[in-house]
């Protein structure tokens, strides 16, 4: 399975970004998809993740600001970040995975100027 994202781009703080990625294969064979991001010098963290049943949770430092979203028909998820702020700024990456097998975008960078 490939995942391609794309949608990073460098933004001023207080605007959004959508970032995308899509799946090579259906994505309801995975039973969790998200978003994870890793700062310069940081370990990668869970931005936002979705479930195969559409449950959703975030990370506290983005919840009211980011949603998750899955579109089955086109194998794609979404990350809509809203009021960005410069601690956004990182590589992000999404992800599918059932139990002992995951699969990774390539990273697309998001920069958020203040």
């Known amino acids: 399975v490939q995942l391609q994202a794309c949608g990073g781009g460098l933004v001023q703080a207080g605007g959004s970004l959508r970032l995308s990625c899509a799946a090579s294969a259906s994505i309801f064979s995975f039973n969790n998809m998200g978003w994870y991001r890793q700062a310069p010098g940081k370990q990668r963290e869970l931005v936002a993740g979705i479930t195969s049943g559409g449950r959703t949770n975030y990370a506290n430092s983005v919840k009211g600001r980011f949603t998750i979203s899955r579109d089955g028909a086109k194998a794609t998820i979404y990350l809509q970040m809203n009021s960005l702020k410069s601690e956004d700024t990182a590589v992000y990456y999404c992800?599918?995975?059932?139990?002992?097998?995951?699969?990774w975008g390539q990273g697309t960078q998001v920069t958020v100027s203040s």
């Open positions: 992800s599918m995975w059932n139990s002992g097998t995951s699969y």
